[in-house]
Structure formats: structure tokens, C-alpha cells
């Protein structure tokens, strides 16, 4: 048994997951490819995007993927930086946000 | 450990792997690992078994069109990427004698494009003579690769643009980044403000400018462990970020992978990145690039005048596979019958759009 949950070699066994399932996995494959086609937004937003959210789930694999991803595509590590803020700032406003619900079963239960 | 391995190779890159006696100064070093690891594992296919795939080995020249000229190995400086191994130490430089012989060449080959490289090939004395009388030979592309800081290094430089408008020369120069840090990083302290500072000089004699003649072209290689992203779009942000920042024109971009030898493999390995560097070069690999990599129209000859497939296969030092090996011996129809000399750093010409000095080839 591997000593580690994670290993940097298995992302690139990632289209492996192909081959218990052909039909879904080939399907994702498809899916996720079409979605960082250039379009409404361009690629390289959309490597951003895909940078920020891949730090708010905390996926080392996507973490190292768009970081290098980035880096392909001339991104600034201020941009990089920026974006990942950017997800950070979501992720606590999120929590934070629910302050607003404790406050208010504070102000219930509260003669 | 990893950094402080990082530390080290900064400290040294003043010097190159041959003054440091490095064991990667030792071409059979470099070609040993190119063969080992994860391809002799059989984790990924040789390069041979892959172009066999789609029918394309043994590789073979088509007409030739390019003869690139390395006329030295020495540098102004020393970019840690560096496939030549160039620097301030290296005294390989082409005698006038070679020159001769490659004139004599230049005159009487079809090829349509000249290409004299290094280096910096500024620096070999015989540099404008030979731009002189190359420059006579009718050659329709005479490229000369600067590396731009050349022309502010020293005042018997300054002249450089021109002296290259004056031969009608075509620019091609390196430019890592349209940033100070990631160029600075990667070729050295004040790289990037010396590059502005020339580029600038070059469009004030009319180098670049849109409706210009005069061709000035950039070349950009990832600063790291990294392929190139897609060229156009590079291209798109350098030329707007050159022109708003420092109101600097130039014509195209072209992107060139790094191939995995000499001080990139040395930096690839020292860092760890050498197995998912090949990884994401075998991955990247596309076959129809394989139809046009740069030894299928290109002879390379090195400063002692001897010839190989490309600039890469000069510094693995595999000379061409032919009865002619020199100059000297120069014939375009034997040359055309030989087997290109294929290891797996070919990889790095077939990723993605390709890769050669004129940047993506499919
Ligand atoms: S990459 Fe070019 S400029 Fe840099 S050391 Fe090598 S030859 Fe010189
Ligand atoms: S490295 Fe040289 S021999 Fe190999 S594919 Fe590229 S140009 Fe051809």
C-alpha cells in the first residue's frame, strides 16, 4: 500500500478511470475539454477560474495542473496570486456569512 | 533541498557546465539519460518506435532550404536554459578558414535561408566579414540570431542595427518574457531592461515596424519546466504588452519548446523535473509536427565546420549519419540520402504545434 494519500505520478494515470468505466469516463473527458475551449470567456480566464476553484476544493492535482497551465500560457504570478484571493475571499465570505444565521438564533433564543 | 540545489546551479550559472566540468558537459552523459529512465523502464516509448507508429521512421531530409551556422560558443551571456552550453568561457569560435568553406557552400547550395548562430555570433571576429560577403550570395532569408543585450554590451556594438539594416539582415532574437522578473530569471540580472533598450534601438532604424522590410522577429522559450502555450496568443500578449509599456514593435513570435539537454537537462534534473518534463513531452506529442521538424529542410554545421541535423544534434554532438561529415566534403545529394539521427530530446520538437527555430512547425 502506497505510504501517501496522494502521489504527484498519479495525475498523469488521471485517464485511467477510463477504463473501468469507458462510457462516463469518456463522457467527463469530453465535457471538461469543450469546457476550457476558447468561447464567451477565453481560455486563459478560464484557467484562472479553474486555479481559484481548484485551491476552494483543495485538489493538490489541479492545484499543480493550472499552476503549470499558467505558467504555458504566460499568466503573471500576480494573476495567479490574484485569482486564488479571489477564491479565498468566496470561500471565508461563505463562513462568514453565516454569522448572520448565528446571530440571528442568538438574538431568538436571547430574552 | 530542492532550493538549495536551485542556489547552487544560480551561484554557478556564471559558468558554463564545460567550465565547471560538469558531468553533463559530457555529451555521452546527456545521451545516457536521454536513453534510460522512464524509457528504458518502457514507462514511455523511444522516440524511434513512436514516429514508427505512424510510418515516419527511419527519419529522412527533404529538400534542403536552411543552412544554420554556428559560428561559436561564446556568449555575453549565460541563460540557464541554454542548449549551446554558451558563455563568457566558451573560446569554440569559426575561423575565417571555415567560413571560407562555408561561402563556398552558401553559393552553390539551393537552400533559400542562411542562419548564422551561436552564441553570441556577434562576437566572433569575423563575424561582418562573413555577414558581408554571405550577404553577396543571393541568399533570399539571411536570419542572424542576436540576443539582443550583444548590442548594448559593449560600444563596438552600438552599431549593430545598422550594420544589420545596411546587409538587409532578418532579426531573430530572444525575449523570455514581456516581464523584468521572468527574464531577468531566467538569462540574468538587467537582461530584460538591456532587451528593451535594444529592441528599441533596433525599431528606430525601422527593424519591426509594421510596414517595414526590415524583419525583426522574437523568440520566446518557456522560462522553466514548462512547454510553450499556444504561439498566437503569445504572440498577442507580447506585442501588446511591448507596445504599451515601451512602444516597442516587432513582426512575429515564434514559440520554441526546450529540448532536454545541455543546462536545461541539467536544470531539469537538479530540480526534479526531468521525469514529468518528458512526460508532458510525450504526451504532447503530435505526428503531423513530425512531418516538418527543422533537420528535414536544415543542415547545421558547427564551428569547426562539421555538419549535423540540427543545433541540437550538434550539441549531443551526433554528427550526420553520411559518408560527408565536414564541410569540406560538402554535397547536397549525398547529404540527402542520410538517416536523421533521432534520441528522445526529438521529443521536444514534436510537442504540440512543434517546435523548431522558426517556431511551431503544424
Ligand atoms: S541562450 Fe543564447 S543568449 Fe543565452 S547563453 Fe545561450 S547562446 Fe547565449
Ligand atoms: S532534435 Fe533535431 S533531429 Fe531531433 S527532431 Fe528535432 S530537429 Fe530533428
Not at chain 1, 475551449?37 to 492535482?61: D, F, M, Q, T
Not at chain 2, 569554440?92 to 539551393?110: A, H, K, S, Y
Not at chain 2, 514548462?226 to 498566437?232: K, R, T, V
Amino acid at each position: 500500500m502506497a505510504k501517501s494519500y496522494y502521489d504527484p505520478a498519479d495525475l498523469r494515470k488521471f485517464g485511467k478511470i477510463t477504463e473501468w468505466s469507458e462510457e462516463l469516463g469518456n463522457k467527463f473527458f469530453d465535457y471538461y475539454g469543450k469546457v476550457f475551449e476558447e468561447g464567451a470567456l477565453s481560455a486563459r480566464e478560464k484557467s484562472l477560474i479553474a486555479l481559484a476553484v481548484s485551491h476552494v476544493v483543495k485538489c493538490p492535482y489541479c492545484i499543480d495542473a493550472y499552476t503549470k497551465d499558467g505558467l504555458q500560457r504566460g499568466i503573471t504570478k500576480e494573476e495567479m496570486m490574484e485569482a486564488v484571493h479571489a477564491g479565498a475571499a468566496i470561500e471565508s465570505g461563505a463562513t462568514l456569512v453565516h454569522g448572520v444565521q448565528m446571530m440571528n438564533k442568538y438574538d431568538k433564543l436571547s430574552m | 533541498m530542492t532550493q538549495s540545489i536551485l542556489t547552487d546551479i544560480k551561484k554557478a550559472a556564471k559558468k558554463s557546465l564545460k567550465a565547471q566540468q560538469d558531468a553533463l558537459a559530457n555529451t555521452q552523459k546527456q545521451l545516457e539519460i536521454l536513453n534510460g529512465g522512464p524509457f528504458e523502464d518502457g514507462e514511455l516509448p523511444y522516440f524511434k518506435d513512436k514516429i514508427a507508429e505512424t510510418g515516419q521512421f527511419p527519419l529522412k531530409p527533404k529538400t534542403l532550404e536552411v543552412l544554420q551556422i554556428n559560428v561559436g560558443y561564446m556568449c555575453n551571456q549565460v541563460c540557464g536554459h541554454c542548449h549551446v552550453d554558451a558563455g563568457p568561457d566558451r573560446k569554440e569560435i569559426m575561423t575565417r578558414e571555415t567560413m571560407e568553406q562555408c561561402l563556398e557552400v552558401i553559393r552553390n547550395t539551393g537552400a533559400h535561408t542562411l542562419d548564422l548562430t551561436g552564441g553570441a555570433p556577434e562576437m566572433n571576429p569575423d563575424f561582418r566579414w562573413f555577414v558581408e560577403e554571405a550577404s553577396k550570395a543571393g541568399i533570399k532569408d539571411f536570419i542572424v540570431r542576436s540576443n539582443l543585450t550583444i548590442i548594448l554590451a559593449n560600444k563596438k556594438y552600438h552599431d549593430l542595427p545598422e550594420f544589420f539594416k545596411k546587409h538587409n539582415v532578418h532579426v531573430v532574437s530572444s525575449m523570455p518574457h514581456y516581464t523584468r522578473g521572468k527574464t531577468d530569471k531566467q538569462r540574468g540580472d538587467g537582461v530584460f531592461d538591456k532587451s528593451i533598450k535594444a529592441l528599441q534601438m533596433l525599431n528606430e532604424v525601422g527593424y519591426g515596424m509594421p510596414e517595414s522590410d526590415l524583419r525583426l522577429d522574437l523568440v520566446y522559450n518557456p522560462s522553466g519546466a514548462f512547454l510553450p502555450g499556444d504561439q498566437a496568443a503569445m504572440e498577442h500578449d507580447f506585442k501588446k504588452a511591448l507596445k504599451e509599456d515601451f512602444d516597442i514593435d516587432f513582426h512575429n513570435l515564434f514559440a520554441i519548446t526546450n529540448l532536454p539537454i545541455s543546462r536545461f537537462l541539467d536544470y531539469l534534473i537538479a530540480s526534479d523535473n526531468y521525469e514529468d518534463y518528458m512526460y508532458s513531452l510525450v504526451e504532447a506529442y503530435n505526428p503531423a509536427a513530425v512531418e516538418n521538424v527543422m533537420c528535414t529542410n536544415t543542415i547545421s554545421i558547427s564551428w569547426d565546420g562539421w555538419l549535423y541535423d540540427c543545433d541540437f544534434n550538434q550539441m549531443l554532438d551526433l554528427k550526420v549519419a553520411s559518408k560527408v561529415k565536414h564541410i569540406k566534403d560538402y554535397n547536397d545529394d549525398i547529404l540527402s540520402n542520410r538517416d536523421i539521427i533521432i534520441s528522445q530530446h526529438c521529443y521536444g520538437c514534436t510537442a504540440g504545434a512543434g517546435s523548431s527555430c522558426q517556431g511551431t512547425v503544424a
